[in-house]
């Protein structure tokens, strides 16, 4: 029987073939990085229409032990979700078969139930992780407000009333809003769609919710310090592919305005905008106000494109409702009742 034998030179490169073979069939697929289109003047493009809807809010819930769910535990969480158990089963609860709710529930029983919401179905998802809650920092996922930080928030709300206009939110009578407007921007029961449109000067994110439009200026240099928008004095620039927005000068009016994030008139919110993919944007902000917080806390939220419109935000129960809400607190001071209690009957 014939044999062949090959010289050491030949196994050596027979064993070289094969583990470099080895080593290239093994080697896992890296996708080059994301290169987002650029605008007219070179920047990263970042225009389109966004949302930002999720079941992740801007805090960790109790029910959750961390601020990133494990891949295993994704799916149980989202159909425990209250809002999506609240989506599945009010409408049944509402069917004339079981009986109408009376109105004692205020939101389901008066027009804000599930068949008018849409928080989104799914938790947020941010460098492949999926999100409990926005804020990162602190690790514990919650606002880390100082004591004293807690009581001036107190002593806001307290002073939202019934006694005129003035002392009623301007949500009442939809006319903004904080807490999509922003900053920082968070999501919401509805509403979650913004806008952005940018120039070589100008950075403009129109808002669905209340239809309110930021138009930033792109500078170094804010307006005086005596003026005080609602939502703050903001300018922006660019930080190489990310568009950095610096606000200040709050008005005091902020802090109650239906948003989350309480900020005196010298507070700071600083948000950046990155596109990382071609349907994605990643949001990230930090809070600074030693008046209400005990260190700054910083966010990151997915903003991505669902192919859907902004379409005109009309809300004006307020304004018609205005006279009635006062009445009705009058009505109450001339029985002796609690006016805490005036919207819940």
Known sequence: MGRTFLNAGACAAVMFAVHVGTAFAQAPYVPPPYVAPKAVDGHPDLQGTWTNASITTLERADRYTSTVLKPEEVEKATLDHPQLVRMRTEDIANTPATGL???????????????????????????????TAWITDPPSGKIPFSEAGRKLAHAGEAKLGYSDPESRPLPDRCLATGGRTGPP????????????????????????????????????????????????DSIAHWEGEKLVIETTNFSPYHGWQDHPAYLSETGKVTETFSRVAADGLLYEFTVEDPAFYAQPWKGEVAFWNDGERIYEYACHEGNYAMEGILKGARVREAKGLPLDQANEE
């Open 185 to 232: 921007m968070i999501n919401g029961l509805y509403n979650n769609h913004y806008q952005i449109v940018q120039t070589p000067t100008h950075v403009v994110i129109y808002t669905e919710m209340i239809s309110h439009a930021r138009v930033i200026p792109i500078t170094d240099k804010h307006e005086p310090a005596a003026l005080h928008p609602l939502f703050g």
């Open 101 to 131: 709710l009376t109105g004692r529930d205020l939101l389901a029983g008066r027009g804000y139930n599930a068949f008018w919401i849409d928080p989104g179905t799914r938790f947020g998802v941010v460098r492949g992780e999926t999100r």
